[in-house]
């Protein structure tokens, strides 16, 4: 059976060939301006990736700076002082924070969407319908996702969400600049992109680019995107998600911690050392550099 989509969302869908507008048909969606059709797979999810090659330029304008004079803080995420919508009644889906959660924006209207961009089987649909948007899920090949489509080359019209949501999916990304500017396009003006990456974690899943707190960086503003925070996740150390992740693999989570906790113990103490020698608070810098990965918010002003 295939998924059903409100008409605000077939509005919103184009051709990631010629980005033209695409007509919804029996059998899924057609093209007028380039001729092409896109079916259904058998699990109902609307086949939206490319069918042949496309050509994406990029220019680059080097010997910019990448940070502003007054510098950027790289700090731990702290939650929202004013967050517009309470998830307290709901549960923390996996690589979410509660943190990160309380920087997601309220809709505006009945029809606000919010694009869930490498959704994987639309664990965050509660998530986003609790804060009022119609959910819009897109991933690459997973069966449970809505649509299938190219986070290079996004199957929607300019300007179609109110916000976007991307949780452990750029570090997949083949070409991350692409991708940023996929959804900078998308996105409307004065809406919220939200996400994680991965630093240190080990690599997984076709994992391509790991990013640290520079790259991640680099890579929104790149894009054109307002950067709001970018910072480690404290609770999820990379000492922590190689044992869990490489080291002992498939061993049960509790126990490939538990062997690497004295040593992650002797690191954090080393550090406190170093604090009370050279009177400098380097708390932040520690996590920084060791975490396994970065959260960020950005906005497109």
């Not at 150390?237 to 906790?261: D, E, H, N, T, Y």
Request: neutral net charge; hydrophobic residues 40%.
């Amino acid at each position: 059976m295939p998924f059903q989509f409100s008409e605000n969302v077939w509005n919103t869908l184009a051709c990631p060939h010629c980005s033209g507008p695409v007509e919804q048909t029996k059998t899924g969606a057609f093209c007028p301006t380039c001729d092409t059709g896109y079916g259904y797979t058998e699990t109902g999810a609307l086949d939206l990736r490319l069918k042949e090659h496309k050509k994406y330029v990029l220019e680059f304008m080097l010997n910019e700076p990448l940070l502003p004079e007054s510098g950027f803080n790289f700090r731990p995420l702290s939650p929202n002082p004013k967050p517009e919508v309470d998830f307290s009644s709901l549960g923390v889906p996996h690589h979410l924070t509660k943190e990160l959660m309380s920087y997601i924006p309220k809709a505006k209207g009945r029809e606000s969407l919010i694009l869930d961009l490498g959704c994987g089987s639309a664990v965050h649909r509660e998530l986003c319908e609790h804060a009022g948007f119609e959910y819009v899920g897109l991933d690459y090949d997973t069966e449970q996702a809505p649509i299938l489509g190219d986070a290079h080359s996004l199957p929607f019209r300019d300007e179609s969400f109110e916000s976007i949501l991307s949780i452990s999916v750029l570090e997949h990304i083949r070409y991350p600049f692409v991708m940023m500017r996929e959804a900078y396009r998308v996105l409307k003006p004065n809406g919220s992109f939200i996400g994680t990456v991965a630093f240190l974690e080990p690599f997984h899943g076709d994992s391509f680019y790991h990013n640290t707190h520079l790259g991640v960086y680099n890579s929104l503003q790149f894009a054109g995107f307002r950067i709001v925070r970018v910072s480690p996740n404290k609770k999820w150390p990379g000492l922590v998600a190689q044992a869990r992740q490489a080291l002992f693999p498939k061993m049960p989570k509790i126990f490939a911690k538990s062997i690497v906790l004295p040593v992650l113990a002797l690191h954090r103490l080393w550090w406190w050392a170093g604090r009370l020698i050279t009177g400098r608070d380097t708390e932040d810098m520690r996590v920084r550099n060791t975490t396994g990965s970065f959260a960020f918010v950005a906005t497109k002003d």
